[in-house]
């Protein structure tokens, strides 16, 4: 009975997010890096704001925002398939 709800569940989810006829969900190819905008890392004042990132101190987080490199994705837009090899390595 509780496998039978879940699985309702899941296909209800799969529904919202424009599963085709075929089963799988409706999605684009991923982006080549060269379709990607990159950017800046975001505001510290912004990340510090979630749970992960409270307790991190200010430098320490600077730091790490800094050391990255970043990149705005479409809304919506798929960037690795799940269970697909990773491309770096």
């Known amino acids: ?6 699985r309702r569940r899941l296909e209800d989810l799969a529904d919202s997010l424009g599963r085709r006829d075929g089963g799988s969900a409706a ?13 800046g890392p975001a505001d510290s004042k912004y990340i510090r704001r979630m749970a992960t990132f409270r307790a991190v101190d200010a430098l320490a987080l600077w730091g790490f925002l800094a050391a990255g490199r970043y990149a705005r994705c479409p809304r919506g837009q ?6 697909a090899p990773a491309a770096a390595l």
């Not at 009975?1 to 879940?6: C, D, G, I, P, V």
């Not at 798929?78 to 269970?83: I, Q, R, S, V």
């Open 78 to 83: 798929t960037l690795e398939e799940e269970g």
């Open 27 to 39: 999605a684009d190819p991923a982006p080549t890096p060269d379709e990607l905008e990159f950017t």
């Open 1 to 6: 009975m509780t496998a039978e709800r879940l």
